[in-house]
C-alpha cells in the first residue's frame, strides 16, 4: 500500500522568503539517514526550501552569496518525526527546538489545532509540520468520547473516514474498543482514499487487524494480547470490554508475565515483518524505574523491560520502527520525551544509527512523504537538525541541540509561546 498525502499541512510561505539567500552549512559531520556511512567535514547547501547538494566541503562550488555556517565539530542529522504527539500548546515550541520538525497527531479533532497553526502563521514559522489522523475512530462508549467517533457500524466507519479525509486526515487511527468488522471497513476506506491506517489495541487481537489491513501499530502493549494464550488473552479482553481503565494496572501486570523471546513473540514479529508493519513502540510512556515505596514497582520494572526486550525483538526480525513520543513522559524533562524514546530504543538493542533512521526515513516513510522528508539528501526539504555532539557515540547527544532548520529556514532559539490552549494536553496511552 503506498499512500499519497493530499492535504498542504505547512503554513504558506510569501514567494519573497523562498527566493532568501542560499545558506551552506560546512564542517559538521553528516549523518544523511539514506544508511551511508556518515561524512565528515561534509557541507550542506540549502536554496529556498530544499538541499540542494551535499559532499565534502570544498568538493562543490557554493554560491558566492550564500550565508555559510561553520560547523566544525558538529553533527547534522535530518529532522526528527514525532509519530505519538497529543496536542499540548506548551510542548509544541520545545519539541521544535530540540529537533522535532514533523508532528503526527494520533486522535484529536484537526480542528483543535488552530491555536498552532496561528501561531505558526504569526510568527512566520514553517515548522513544525503538522500531521492528523482526526479524532479516534472508537466502538460504542468509547473511551475518550471528547476526542473519539463512536462507531456504531462498518458503514458509519466509512463515512467518518471520508469526512476525516476532507477535513485534513493523512491517517486515520482505530481505537481499541472498535470491533474488528469496522477496523477492516475503516481499512477499506482509508486505502481507497490513500492513507494509512494506525491502531491502538486491547480487544481485537494485533493478529487480526493486520489481516484486515492495519498498516501501523501504536504501542508496543498493543501486541500483548497475542502474546498470550487464547484464554488468557480472551479474559484480558472482557476486563477491558467491560471498563476501559482495567488496561492500566492490567497492561502491566500483562506485560510482567510475557515472555519476549518465546516462540509465540518471535513468529508475532516475522508476520509484522512479513507485512511490512509499522510499529511505534512509546516505550517511555510506559517505563517504570524502580521505587521502593510503591509495592507493585517491581512488577512494573519487570513489564517495561519486558517491552523494551520484544521492541528490540521486532526490530531484529525486520519490523519497521517508527518513534512516537506521547509528548510527555515520566522519566524525561518538559521537551525532551521524545529523546527518552530514542534512549530506550538503543537499550532495546537498535544502534544509535538505526533508532535516527527510525526517527527520520522509517518515520518519512510511514507518513508517506519519504520524497520530501527524512533524509539529508538534494531535492529533500531542508529541515535538518545540527547537534553539538554525535549522538552515533551515544544517542544522549541527540538533546544536544544546536541549531534547528525547517523548510530551509532557520528556527530562532527564543520561539514565542503558543498562546491559546485549545484544551491541554489530550492523553491517550
Ligand atoms: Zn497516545
Known sequence: MRWIFQVPTLAILAAGDLASQPIVLTGARLFDGTGAAPLDNAAVLING???????????????AE?????????????????????LDT???????????????????????????????????????????CGPLLDGTNPAYPEDSIALQSPLEARAAVRRLVAEGASAVKVYFRLPLDSVRAVVEEAHQHAIPVTAHLETVDVRDAVEAGVDGIE?????????????????????????????????????????????????????????RTYVDPTLAIFEKQADPREPESAMMVRATRNM????????KQGVPIVVGSHTAVPYAKAGFA???????????????????????????RFL????????????????????????????????????VLVDGRVVESALPAVTTDPGGVGSHQ
Open 338 to 364: 521524545y529523546h527518552r524514546e530514542l534512549e530506550l530504543l538503543v537499550e532495546a538493542g537498535l544502534t544509535p544509527a538505526e533508532a535516527l533512521t527510525a526517527a527520520t526515513l522509517t518515520g518519512a
Open 308 to 315: 523494551i526486550a520484544y521492541t528490540g525483538v521486532l526490530h
Open 219 to 275: 504501542h508496543v502493549t498493543s501486541l500483548g494480547p497475542a502474546l498470550l494464550t487464547h484464554k488468557e488473552s480472551e479474559r484480558y479482553r472482557q476486563q477491558v470490554l467491560a471498563d476501559s481503565a482495567a488496561r492500566g494496572m492490567g497492561r502491566y501486570r500483562m506485560w510482567a508475565a510475557i515472555d519476549p523471546f518465546s516462540a509465540r513473540a518471535v513468529d508475532l514479529a516475522r508476520t509484522l515483518a512479513r507485512r
Open 90 to 132: 506548551r510542548v509544541v515550541p520545545l519539541f521544535l527546538r530540540n529537533g522535532v520538525t514533523s508532528l503526527r497527531d494520533p486522535g484529536k479533532w484537526i480542528e483543535s489545532y488552530e491555536p498552532v497553526r496561528r501561531w505558526q502563521r504569526a510568527h512566520g514559522l514553517t515548522g513544525p509540520r503538522l500531521f492528523y
Open 66 to 86: 550564500a550565508r555559510r555556517i561553520d560547523f566544525t565539530g558538529k553533527t547534522v542529522i535530518p529532522g526528527l518525526i514525532d509519530h505519538h504527539f497529543h
Open 368 to 403: 508517506g512523504r519519504q520524497h520530501d522528508l527524512g533524509t539529508i539528501e538534494p531535492g529533500k526539504l531542508a529541515d535538518l537538525v545540527v547537534l553539538d555532539a554525535d549522538p552515533l557515540v551515544n544517542i544522549g547527544n541527540a538533546r544536544r541541540v544546536s541549531l
Open 49 to 63: 526550501n530544499r538541499i540542494e547538494r551535499t559532499g565534502r566541503a570544498g568538493s562543490f562550488a557554493v554560491p
